[in-house]
């Protein structure tokens, strides 16, 4: 007679088999929000979506393993193992057809309906969203209206309440790639370097330009990583009785008050202003870094200025054209910078074996 608890112990691996199997596979859309925060690598046979003979895996792998080996030349203590991220364009897509709180904007101004904008923020939308979707430039002046619209367009709202409309943003579909919404937008192999790194006793900190409260939803629930480790540009707040008062000499009322954010435009997080971030709210060198464009060139310059540990920089090259809005011309030339300051760089179309899943891929 046949043990049912073997029958049943049999079942179980079986099914094991077939759901391991299943996640393995890349041939899916883009994976889930719970996909993407399941990715769990502790160990170099456990990346998944990294081409075998990617030279920044190995890369990666060598200085980590080195890292947290007390009898290696390179040990890093754990207190001092700090890496950080830009997010897009670094883990997460840039070019569909811009960052998230950029298009955001325009969804806010133009197809809100439960929003009446101001004339002269719709006068700009209307004006700055064709350009910006045929990758045309802006002039300087409509730039500065549209960082400034990204916090005007959202005055009076509480931080929860801008961190929810984010969340429901985020279930919108990206532009120019299929199967993709844009809470689903990140880079499966970056995603495991960011697990990677968090297995092994580094301390992971994003530091980044989009806005704080933007950047920690996107965020929060997929990677091991605090808020408190979440830097951005900062938004501005203030009260709903605060009025001309000063902040110093205004009584908060719990009962009859909220905050809110204020309109006045962010306090922008990039190019060496990351630096000072990590001066901040850091306090330490990082010993890695990761970014895609200069703006992180600070960030990543600092990292490798006069480290007392060994120290890496990785730049990010958008340069696959079948599965992402790759730009080979401007690859090209990133690749050729980063190199010149001694960056590694990493070619989305050489090395990873997967970006969002194979089904999604490029419609224009």
Not at 117 to 130: F, G, N, R, S
Not at 184 to 192: H, K, T
Not at 268 to 273: F, L, M, Y
Request: glycine share 6%; proline share 4%.
């Amino acid at each position: 007679m046949i043990n049912k608890r073997f029958l049943k112990g049999i079942f179980a691996g079986l099914t094991a088999c077939v759901i391991a199997f299943a996640g393995f596979s890349a041939n899916v859309d883009a994976a889930s929000r719970a996909e993407i925060a399941a990715i769990n690598v502790k160990s170099a046979a456990d990346f998944q979506y990294w081409n075998d003979n990617s030279p920044t895996k190995k890369k990666i792998v060598d200085f980590v393993e080195s890292a947290i080996n007390p009898n290696s030349p390179g040990f890093i203590p754990k207190e001092d193992r700090i890496a950080t991220f830009d997010m897009d364009g670094t883990f997460y897509c840039e070019t569909a057809p811009l960052y998230f709180q950029e298009v955001m904007f325009f969804h806010r101004v133009l197809e809100d309906k439960s929003y009446n904008p101001p004339e002269d923020l719709v006068k700009l939308a209307k004006t700055i969203k064709p350009k910006i979707y045929n990758k045309e430039k802006l002039t300087k002046e409509e730039s500065r209206q549209h960082f400034e619209g990204l916090t005007k367009a959202y005055k009076g709202m509480t931080p929860e309440e801008y961190r929810a409309y984010v969340r429901n943003f985020m279930e919108t579909n990206e532009t120019g790639l299929s199967n993709l919404k844009r809470g689903e937008a990140f880079y499966l192999p970056m995603v495991e370097v960011i697990s990677y790194l968090a297995n092994n006793g580094f301390d992971v900190y994003i530091d980044s330009a989009c806005g704080v409260l933007t950047t920690r939803e996107l965020v929060g629930d997929l990677f091991p990583i605090r808020y408190d480790r979440i830097i951005g540009s900062d938004f501005h707040f203030t009260s709903t009785n605060m009025g001309n008062d000063k902040p110093e000499g205004h009584l908060y009322d719990r009962f009859n008050e909220k905050i809110v954010i204020s309109g006045i435009p962010l306090t922008d997080n990039a190019k060496v202003r990351k630096i000072f971030s990590i001066y901040n709210q850091i306090g330490k060198k990082p010993v890695l870094a990761f970014g895609n464009s200069m703006g992180d060139s600070g960030m990543l310059e600092f990292t490798l200025q006069d480290n007392k540990y060994p120290s890496a920089a990785f730049y990010v090259l958008c340069d696959d054209v079948k599965r992402e809005l790759g730009n080979l011309t401007r690859a090209a030339s990133d690749k050729k910078f980063a190199d010149s300051r001694g960056w590694n760089t990493i070619s989305m179309r050489d090395e990873f074996k997967t970006i969002y899943g194979d089904n999604v891929k490029r419609t224009k």
